[in-house]
Nanobody, 122 residues
């Protein structure tokens, strides 16, 4: 069973930065891709960013492109989401997910963490 644990969330002022971390259990070939999704109050869970096993491929939602950066360090069994120039609309619960393909589609990700809350004050 794959386990994912997010950390790094918190309260930050608009314009500030946060770095989210996702640690994962021993990887297997069946779920090489990692992604971040988020769910704001009253909204559906939405895609934020994804990264392939070798970090060659990365994808971003239009709403975060140019402000967020996804990365990973397989040797440390960790993935990260650097979030800069945060806006109030970035307030959400952020989830790390793992799956077999690097896509922007929620249904393609089989394993999920419990989430970490990010709150951006305006």
């Amino acid at each position: 069973q794959v386990q994912l644990v997010e950390s790094g969330g918190g309260l930050v002022q608009a314009g500030g930065s946060l770095r989210l971390s996702c640690t994962f259990s021993e990887p297997t070939l069946s779920w090489p891709s990692l992604a971040w999704f988020r769910r704001a109050p009253g909204k559906e869970r939405e895609f934020v960013a994804s990264i392939s096993w070798n970090s060659v491929f990365t994808y971003y939602a239009d709403a975060v492109k140019g402000r967020f950066t996804i990365s990973r360090e397989n040797g440390k069994k960790a993935a990260f989401l650097q979030m800069d120039r945060l806006r109030s609309e970035d307030t959400a619960m952020y989830y790390c997910a793992a799956g077999p393909r690097t896509t922007m589609v929620l249904a393609d990700y089989e394993y999920w963490g419990q989430g970490t809350q990010v709150t951006v004050s305006s």
